[in-house]
């Protein structure tokens, strides 16, 4: 058996990615590791940093982009197709730069791969998440935030990224341009890896932040639209109150603590639970509607969400 890791990324250390601890938390279990790096920008050394892993594992697919070509935030998920299409495993392990895997997990991951190689009605294994918010000891649990989400694939051309990337759907006879089409794609049939996928990428000093989702609207909606929607709007990003979001109990993967030592913004964090800022923009799980949902999920549902989408079949029993 065979696994391949995969990802694709653009101007990682510009953005604060941690591009380098996504790619080491996986490496021990994939016999390689396919990077579509984008024409990132001068001052951006996201090659640099990837090369300083010094893994002959690692292949990297020199990309650009086009988000012409490929609006709506296709780009993500065209690029997440290059890297995978130079892919050589049985399963394809796939991490966006923000992602990261806990080192308890490898040899559960690696089991579940091994146990489900020839039951070919699996084509995926489900992660739960961590959605880390603000620092790196609270966490999102809410209506709105994904709690599962595909990230191992088999290596099936006909099974391709998604929308804006953060899923994947078979699509027989794809012709590789509309990322967003819904006639003619089928939802993957999964079982569960029983590990969970460390979100960051809602942890940056705020300014970086905001440069960050800046960034990504601008390839959702374009350049000239994001400049007049952000040229009213502060340098920074303001997280809210963080007495409201969960604290996190458990231990970061160890290849994240080098990268934790250089968190120093938590004097620009609201730790309490009272809004000091009424006039902010609302993120979306601040708003009452969403709080209340959240609450009712959580306090008298066990955690059970209420009509959430989920872009998979969960296959009892596997």
């Known amino acids: 058996m065979k696994i391949s890791g995969f990802t694709m990324v653009k101007n990682a250390t510009k953005l604060y990615y941690p591009i380098r601890q996504s790619i080491e938390s996986i490496l021990p279990i994939v016999e390689e590791f396919v990077v579509a790096l984008g024409d990132c920008d001068e001052d951006d050394n996201t090659e640099e940093e990837i090369a300083s892993i010094g893994s002959d594992k690692i292949k990297i697919i020199h990309t650009e982009w086009d988000i012409e070509k490929y609006p709506k935030g296709t780009e993500n998920a065209h690029q997440t197709d290059i890297a995978r299409s130079h892919c050589t495993g049985d399963w394809l392990f796939y991490l966006q730069a923000d992602e990261v895997v806990h080192e308890k997990y490898?040899?559960?991951?690696?089991?579940?791969?091994?146990?489900?190689?020839?039951?070919?009605?699996?084509?995926?294994?489900?992660?739960?998440?961590?959605?880390?918010?603000?620092?790196?000891?609270?966490?999102?649990?809410?209506?709105?935030?994904?709690?599962?989400?595909?990230?191992?694939?088999?290596?099936?051309?006909?099974?391709?990224?998604?929308?804006?990337?953060?899923s994947f759907r078979r699509i027989p006879g794809f012709d590789g341009k509309n990322y967003r089409q819904q006639e003619g794609t089928y939802r993957l049939k999964c079982a569960l890896a029983h590990a969970d996928i460390f979100h960051y990428g809602w942890v940056r000093p705020p300014m970086l932040m905001q440069s960050k989702k800046k960034s990504l609207a601008t390839i959702h909606h374009g350049k000239s639209q994001v400049q007049e929607k952000y040229k009213k709007r502060a340098d920074f990003f303001y997280y809210g109150p963080l007495g409201r979001t969960e604290k996190f109990k458990g231990t970061h993967p160890n290849v994240m603590m080098d990268w934790i030592e250089k968190f120093d913004w938590a004097n620009e964090l609201n730790y309490s639970s009272k809004e000091i800022n009424p006039q902010r923009e609302k993120n979306k799980h601040d708003r009452i509607k969403y709080r209340i949902v959240s609450f009712i999920e959580k306090h008298l549902l066990g955690g059970k969400r209420l009509g959430q989408f989920k872009n998979y079949i969960l296959l009892k029993s596997k």
Request: glycine residues 4%; contains cysteine; aromatic residues 14%.
């Open 106 to 166: 490898l040899p559960v991951i690696q089991k579940r791969c091994e146990e489900l190689l020839h039951d070919k009605k699996v084509e995926g294994l489900v992660f739960d998440y961590v959605h880390f918010w603000g620092d790196y000891y609270h966490h999102q649990i809410s209506h709105v935030w994904y709690p599962r989400e595909i990230r191992i694939i088999r290596n099936d051309p006909d099974i391709h990224s998604w929308e804006s990337a953060q």
